[in-house]
């Protein structure tokens, strides 16, 4: 824990031993209790050296099972005290409210909110439940392990609100007045939501399109010392419909709910400390360098295309004698993200793989060029084929808006759709390029045909984009056109793209110019498609493809779903060269 973080955890740990003698079991004999909180008073880890920043939490439970009764508990939490959540024995129609107000001592704070879902357990299975299951998570509903319906059965409006301060010994929804709704929906949906944390607004507003608020756009939570240090609570509204059959009879359901408070001093809210719990960000050791080394060159890097986020890989050539031959190891490379040193496992390709987007202009301004240019790309998968390469292969099209024609696939089925293209339409210029290159770089859908997007591009391999158009590009003032050449050019750069513009020198006032974005991106060249030499631009990609490189994968650090853009940074100790340094970034999914 750091000196400037103090968090409170509602937790599972001591829920059996609560039932009996904390005097908020089941308000009627023999039901459990449909939901209570109990307090446990056992701290561990419980040293706060934040100075003057303390986070304590009131917390208020109120149940009402109709016939079988109704019942409250509420109490104070201070510190990384424990305490407890279950739901049992809950019936269709049952309801109740949680609240949670915060108090920040002295200093005003971030607050945080994250959590998990430890048991939503069957507990028998009486009937009609299945009779089976699938091993799976407990926090995906769609995939249970033994799980039960409860989680997804319990509908949840989060609302942030006011608790009367005169509520006495009994708690009930009328001490409740609310603000403004955050959230609906089920539990389950909940805590996949939050379960990698999620910051709260002091100011009890939800996000702008309604939701929580992206990390930095929250307002602190106002400490003790301010004038009116008036914050906001969080109340989760819940219910099981009448509507819910018997899949839920005997389910039981346990969760965790944590609130991290950070100062606000000297910080600006993006830090998400509901991730510092699960890996410790250790100092790099090393500090960037030059990335213009000529012996190295970062081809890719971005989640595991199999695994997904939190997993990366990066995908990086070293063009030395001892690189080439395969003959380093983990211990000559070292990854650094946002400052963090990364967990590294090395594999080395002698002979790499590649997937290629074609973006292709087929408007009947190219009627002129458009059999020459199938037949140079039919000759590049060619080319790359009998090199013994492992290559994918998809086409988008474009007129006035974009299409998906091929989706990745082998080299016969995607010569067939390029050589399915006919120079027709268009009608005016400029054309919708730059939305065709969002999508051939699975950065957006297509607009025409089903609404198609790429499927992901695989973990380690080359990406390379080459876009044929006789024509400037269609801008963003355009009303079809969704992107703008600075969003492509971050596509481009973001995915660690090698960018072939085959495309005019000089287009149209008005029109973005596709030689720009090549000598603007990293890796970009732009052949003039009136005088292309088709045989050298074809037979550099297959060069670049078939050198060797490693691919450097690890579990990042930072694991929370911020939609943030995540800097790498690559330091490899070569016996021929010396130590060599590369840079890229990957964006996280949100």
Avoid at 131 to 151: C, K, Q, R, Y
Avoid at 349 to 365: E, K, L, N, Q
Avoid at 487 to 497: A, R
Wanted: glycine letters at 12%; a negative charge; charged letters at 20%.
């Amino acid at each position: 824990m750091s000196d400037r973080n103090d968090r409170y955890r509602l937790s599972r740990r001591t829920v059996l031993a609560g039932l009996g003698g904390a005097g908020v079991a089941s308000a009627s004999a023999g039901l459990g209790t449909s939901a209570y909180l109990n307090d446990t008073e056992s701290f561990e880890d419980n040293t706060i050296t934040a100075g003057t920043l303390d986070l304590l939490v009131g917390y208020y439970s109120y149940w009402d099972q109709g016939m079988a009764g109704s019942g409250s508990v509420q109490g104070t939490q201070d510190g990384s005290g424990t305490v407890s959540g279950e739901l049992t024995d809950v019936k269709p129609g049952d309801s109740g409210l949680l609240a949670f107000c915060p108090v920040i001592e002295t200093n005003p704070a971030y607050l945080w909110l994250c959590g998990d879902i430890t048991s939503n357990s069957e507990n028998g299975y009486t009937e009609p439940e299945p009779e089976t299951s699938e091993a799976g998570d407990i926090n995906d509903p769609g995939d249970p392990e033994g799980a039960g319906e409860l989680a997804e059965s319990i509908s949840v409006t989060v609302n942030y609100c006011d608790v009367a301060d005169d509520v006495g010994d009994s708690f009930d929804p009328g001490d409740v007045t609310v603000l403004t709704e955050v959230w609906s929906g089920s539990f389950a949906d909940l805590v996949s939501s939050i379960q990698n944390g999620v910051p709260l607004d002091g100011d009890g507003e939800p996000a702008s399109g309604g939701g929580f608020d992206a990390p930095g756009e929250q307002a602190c939570f106002a400490g003790t010392d301010a004038a009116e240090p008036d914050n906001p609570c969080l109340c989760l509204d819940w219910e099981v419909p009448t509507s819910v059959g018997n899949e839920i009879q005997g389910d039981s359901l346990e969760f965790d709910l944590e609130f991290h408070a950070e100062q606000c001093r000297n910080n600006d809210g993006t830090h998400n400390p509901c991730a510092d719990d699960t890996t410790e960000c250790v100092d790099c050791g090393f500090e960037p360098g030059s990335t213009d080394d000529d012996f190295s060159n970062l081809l890719s890097v971005g989640p595991d295309a199999t695994s997904g986020f939190p997993d990366i890989d990066a995908r990086v050539r070293v063009d030395t004698p001892t690189g080439n031959a395969g003959d380093l190891t983990a211990s000559n490379f070292a990854v650094c993200e946002g400052g963090c040193a990364q967990t590294l496992d090395v594999a080395f390709d002698s002979g790499g793989i590649v997937d290629i987007v074609v973006v292709f202009d087929d408007t009947g301004s190219m009627g002129g060029q458009i059999s020459t240019l199938q037949n140079e790309v039919t000759s590049l998968t060619t080319d790359i084929e009998n090199a013994g390469i492992d290559a994918r292969y998809a086409l988008v099209s474009f007129k006035d808006i974009e299409e998906l024609d091929q989706d990745f696939t082998d080299a016969s089925t995607f010569q067939n759709a390029v050589n399915g293209l006919s120079a027709s339409g268009g009608g005016d210029t400029p054309e919708d390029n730059l939305d065709a290159l969002a999508v051939g770089t699975g950065n957006a859908a297509a607009q025409d045909g089903d609404g198609d997007s790429l499927s992901a591009f695989r973990s380690g391999a080359q990406r390379v984009v080459i876009d044929i158009t006789d024509v400037g590009a269609s801008p963003e003032t355009d009303e079809d056109t969704r992107f703008s050449q600075s969003d492509i050019e971050t596509f481009l750069d973001d995915g660690n793209f090698s960018f072939y513009a085959v495309a005019p020198e000089s287009v149209g006032s008005g029109s973005v110019s596709k030689r720009d974005i090549a000598e603007n991106v990293d890796d970009g060249t732009w052949i003039d498609i009136f005088d292309a030499d088709f045989d050298t631009i074809l037979n550099d990609v297959v060069g670049a493809i078939t050198d060797p490189a490693y691919t450097l994968s690890y579990t990042t650090t930072d694991p929370a779903t911020d939609g943030s853009s995540r800097s790498v940074d690559i330091q490899i100790t070569d016996p021929d060269e010396g130590v060599l340094y590369e840079a890229g970034n990957y964006t996280a999914p949100s």
